[in-house]
């Protein structure tokens, strides 16, 4: 472990002498009076600016530090496990330095768009272990993770070609990018796997956080005749949601769907006794972060690799239905799940 810290001698004839050896090194090795050392491990993460709640996977990410702290009895706070928010790019390396000279072990940094200032810290702090989320930081202390997002979004394609009643669904996008053009890849061959004939009404609204434009977009799909909407733009998402359920209110048998992204966004769709998430695809940013943390904390973190996490080691789901979609929609999309994982089906990452 890059920054273990070792229990200080409580003998009254050596704390003088251990204090004074201190002085010289910021990070030296105090050895207890009883020879053994206890060490600890702590971890953090800087959000992007979509924040901590953000129903998406800067949540997810931190509900699985919260987890894993949970798991290995530590506590939120210096020397368990802490998050720092940000508002704009321009804090992602004051709040990496924060977090490091907190003297977190393990310190992640969640989207893409954090690639180089992760990069720049890591480079500058050697004994600091980094983890980014979406991206690939070549240095020897990250680890990059990455998901196969078009494969959880392919069964998301089943299950709207299956569902809708007017061969129409629509695909917002955040920002265009890689990791959201393997979202936008995957539900368009999932589409076209039931029913080429099917359109998919695309847009990009070049944002994570505006919800204003998720929801204008929203209503221009639903006015053209599109029923189910898969989101994959962060707050953004928000106004999808929004746009939906005003229609709900407004016509109790208005058939409008939202897919949701990332986390399980059920509760984002809920109308009074109606729901209009029909499911999310669930990109299980928890799971990567326990898998990491876990190594880490072992002696094994994956400094310098990048790790992939798809359908067939579960880093990629669809949430459950809770009824909305009927077993038959189900069983198909278990058959398409099958063959995606056991390699029968390649989901293309990109749309050719």
């Keep these: 472990m890059s920054k273990r810290k070792y229990g200080l001698a409580l003998s009254l004839v050596l704390a003088a002498g251990t204090l004074l050896g201190a002085c010289g090194t910021e990070k030296e090795e105090k050895t207890t009076t009883t020879g053994e050392n206890e060490s600890e491990f702590s971890l953090a993460m800087v959000t992007d600016v979509g924040g901590v709640d953000d129903k998406s996977f800067n949540q997810s990410a931190w509900e699985?530090?919260?987890?894993f702290g949970k798991d290995n009895g530590l506590s939120e706070g210096d020397g368990g496990y802490a998050y720092l928010q940000s508002t704009g790019e321009a804090d992602y390396i004051p709040n990496l330095n924060a977090l490091t000279r907190r003297d977190f072990d393990l310190v992640f940094g969640v989207g893409y768009m954090m690639e180089e200032a992760i990069d720049t810290i890591a480079g500058q702090q050697p004994d600091t272990n980094f983890a980014i989320i979406d991206g690939v930081v070549n240095q020897p202390n990250v680890a990059s993770l990455l998901f196969k997002e078009q494969e959880g979004?392919?069964?998301?394609?089943?299950?709207?070609a299956l569902m809708t009643?007017?061969?129409?669904v629509g695909f917002v996008?955040?920002?265009?990018i890689e990791v959201i053009e393997?979202?936008?890849?995957?539900?368009?061959?999932?589409?076209?796997?039931?029913?080429?004939?099917i359109k998919v009404d695309v847009k990009y609204t070049g944002a994570f956080d505006k919800a204003e434009l998720g929801k204008a977009e929203a209503a221009r799909m639903y006015s053209s005749g599109v029923d189910i909407i898969f989101h994959a733009a962060g707050g953004t998402g928000n106004g999808v949601f929004s746009e939906a359920k005003e229609r709900k209110q407004a016509d109790n048998d208005a058939y409008v769907w939202v897919i949701?992204?990332?986390?399980?966004?059920?509760?984002?769709?809920?109308?009074?006794?109606?729901n209009i998430t029909l499911t999310s695809m669930l990109k299980r940013v928890?799971?990567?972060v326990q898998d990491v943390a876990k190594l880490a904390k072992e002696g094994s973190f994956p400094g310098g690799e990048t790790r992939i996490y798809g359908l067939e080691d579960e880093g990629v789901a669809l949430a459950d239905s809770r009824g909305a979609i009927p077993q038959d929609v189900l069983d198909k999309v278990e058959e398409f799940k099958q063959k995606i994982a056991s390699g029968e089906i390649e989901v293309p990452e990109f749309v050719e």
């Design 173 to 176: 996008g955040g920002m265009e």
């Design 165 to 168: 009643k007017t061969n129409k």
């Design 64 to 67: 699985g530090i919260q987890q």
């Design 182 to 197: 393997r979202f936008h890849a995957g539900f368009v061959a999932g589409v076209e796997a039931v029913n080429p004939d």
């Design 153 to 160: 979004s392919f069964l998301a394609g089943v299950v709207a």
């Design 260 to 274: 949701g992204v990332d986390a399980d966004q059920y509760a984002e769709g809920q109308v009074g006794n109606d």
């Design 286 to 288: 928890d799971v990567a």
